[in-house]
């Protein structure tokens, strides 16, 4: 009876081989075309994922480019426009300066600054109603007339 257990364990392990051997050639050949076919179209996606995730890597590495030139010239912008702003500070405090200046000034010299503005506007009104005089008298241009309206003109 032993004998009769031992040769049946044996066979078990043996009987289960055959039958899995068995069963791997019982497959159709259609199905093992279909698994090549699923397989091959398998390897070709992978392929072409793995270029896609190359260009997206380079396209990756090129937007990590731009943005540090980006902050680079950001960087840049920002210290000219507060350089800009000192400066147009600057500018306002000596128009300040200068017209408080200015105020000090015409405040010190009082009615002297009135007189000497008229001083100085008295020749040009007083050649320009001259020489309308002079235009209404003779009805007609003389040549020296012309000559200094034409230079009165010109500056």
């Given amino acids: 009876m032993l004998r009769a257990l ?14 899995l051997v068995a069963g791997c ?3 159709p050949r259609s199905q093992v075309a279909d698994c090549q076919r699923a397989q ?10 793995k270029d896609q995730v190359l260009v997206y890597q ?8 731009r943005a540090v030139d980006d902050s680079r010239r950001l960087a840049a912008q920002d210290e000219t426009i507060n350089q800009l702003q000192k400066t147009n500070i600057a500018y ?6 200068l017209e408080a200046a200015y105020k000090q000034l015409t405040a010190n010299l009082g009615d002297f600054a009135t007189s000497t503005a008229d001083a100085r506007a008295w ?8 020489s309308a005089a002079n235009k209404k008298e003779s009805g007609s241009r003389s040549p020296s007339s ?5 230079a009165a003109r010109i500056r």
Avoid: F, H, K
């Fill in 58 to 65: 380079t396209q990756n590495r090129d937007y990590a480019d």
């Fill in 40 to 49: 091959q179209t398998l390897r070709t996606e992978n392929a072409r994922l």
């Fill in 92 to 97: 306002r405090n000596d128009i300040s300066r």
């Fill in 6 to 19: 031992q040769g049946a364990g044996c066979r078990l392990p043996i009987l289960t081989v055959l039958a």
């Fill in 146 to 150: 012309s000559g200094s309206d034409d």
């Fill in 123 to 130: 020749p040009r009104t007083s050649g320009r109603s001259a």
């Fill in 25 to 27: 050639t019982m497959v």
